[in-house]
């Protein structure tokens, strides 16, 4: 059902070790919340170029609740399912 693509799943802590720059394509599940150095490097790879699949929310809230400033930004590569 992928056809044929391999797919993987990416920690926090990989994105944040700067692991996203391998990944052709990110699907991002509904997340209400991330740690501020993973929402940055998220909006690095959006802002790079990398392609996304994602649902709505744009990761509005830091881990304790708190609304972020910023969301993550819709591109020409950012598909919303």
């Known amino acids: 059902s992928f056809a044929g693509f391999k797919v993987e799943f990416i920690t926090e ?5 700067g692991e996203l720059k391998d990944y052709r394509v990110l699907v991002i599940p509904h997340t209400p919340a991330a740690r501020e150095e993973t929402f940055l490097k998220l909006e690095e790879y959006i802002e790079g170029g990398g392609v996304v699949s994602r649902v709505g929310d744009p990761i509005p809230y830091d881990p304790r609740g708190v609304s972020r400033q910023n969301v993550l930004r819709n591109t020409s590569n950012t598909v919303l399912v």
Do not use: C, L, Y
Not at 13 to 17: A, C, H, K, L, T
């Open 13 to 17: 802590s990989e994105i944040q070790g």
